[in-house]
């Protein structure tokens, strides 16, 4: 009799872990996982995502991909390519309905589509949504208008083994800062540009701590260059949304040369953004 007891016993053991296995593998096998999207990313272009609801947060895989809500609204993602022929990463967005929305990012010349719309049919109104957004040519004359105008404004420079790189001109009309930036060099060889880059950070790391970086996506980028041939300087406008920071922030503007080792950065302050000139002013 005891000996059929501790049968018994084993027997209900035995049933208990199997039917813990297959409860586990059953549990596994319902999980489903969520495909990403594909999209490909210009240097010299801007992709722009709508989604039906508010964008809550963007994580990017690699600093290779700029990304910013576009002005004025709240479910316009608008990304492009830091730099050039970048490895293939990824980016994550989560909208207000609760939504992961992840996708995988290439680097394409001519991405095959610019404006992708996850709006439903019967809300897919995407002219509407997008109309708050700038006039191309509008940003165009402007950023001509600022690269033509004699205005002076306190240089800010940085130079290094014979290319200096300046901020010489901060213009401001309807809510767009227009700046203007000098590229000089002085040697002879060419400065090939890999990377532009405008961003805010903390002024000051603490040890031991990450600092938070907020990208500022250019509107447009006018009279742009890839080269800067030796013996010669170059201007260009960059525009973007209007903007000031907060004392212990800083404005940061990087240029990167390609397979080489000319890196400059401009470091702007918030008293030096509020004295952007109103432009068209004589």
């Given amino acids: 009799m005891k000996k059929i007891s501790e049968v018994v016993v084993i027997g209900i053991f035995l049933l208990i872990i199997t039917y813990k296995d297959y409860a586990q593998t059953n549990k596994l096998s319902k999980l489903q996982g969520i495909e990403p999207y594909h999209v490909e990313v210009a240097f010299s272009?801007?992709?722009?995502?709508?989604?039906?609801?508010?964008i809550i947060s963007v994580d990017r895989g690699s600093k290779d991909v700029l990304a910013q809500k576009?002005?004025?609204?709240?479910?316009?993602l608008q990304i492009?390519?830091?730099k050039k022929d970048f490895a293939q990463t990824n980016l994550t967005v989560m909208t207000a309905d609760g939504r992961l929305n992840s996708f995988l990012v290439d680097y394409s010349e001519q991405p095959s589509i610019l404006n992708i719309c996850f709006m439903q049919e019967e809300?897919?109104?995407?002219?509407?949504?997008?109309?708050?957004?700038?006039?191309?040519?509008?940003?165009e004359k402007n950023a001509n208008n600022a690269i033509e105008s004699t205005k002076k404004f306190g240089c800010v420079t940085d130079k290094k083994f014979g290319i200096r790189f300046s901020l010489d001109?901060?213009?401001?009309?309807?809510?767009?800062?227009?700046?203007?930036f000098n590229i000089k060099n002085d040697t002879y060889i060419n400065y090939d540009i890999d990377q532009f880059r405008c961003y805010i950070?903390?002024?000051?790391?603490?040890?031991?701590?990450?600092?938070?970086?907020?990208?500022?996506t250019p509107l447009l980028v006018y009279n742009k260059t890839d080269k800067?041939?030796?013996?010669?300087?170059?201007?260009?406008?960059?525009?973007?949304?209007?903007?000031?920071?907060?004392?212990?922030?800083?404005?940061?503007?990087?240029?990167?040369?390609k397979n080489g080792g000319r890196r400059l950065e401009l470091h702007i302050r918030n008293r030096k953004i509020i004295q952007a000139i109103p432009l068209g002013i004589k």
Avoid: W
């Avoid at 950070?201 to 500022?216: L, V």
């Fill in 45 to 54: 272009k801007t992709t722009n995502i709508v989604f039906p609801y508010p």
């Fill in 70 to 76: 576009a002005k004025g609204v709240e479910n316009v």
């Fill in 80 to 82: 492009k390519a830091a």
């Fill in 123 to 139: 809300n897919k109104d995407v002219t509407t949504i997008l109309s708050q957004g700038l006039n191309e040519s509008e940003l």
């Fill in 169 to 180: 001109g901060l213009f401001i009309k309807d809510d767009v800062m227009y700046i203007r």
């Fill in 201 to 216: 950070r903390d002024a000051r790391k603490a040890k031991r701590t990450a600092a938070q970086e907020i990208e500022k």
């Fill in 228 to 257: 800067v041939k030796a013996k010669q300087s170059h201007t260009f406008i960059c525009a973007v949304s209007k903007f000031t920071i907060p004392d212990k922030k800083i404005f940061i503007i990087q240029l990167m040369e």
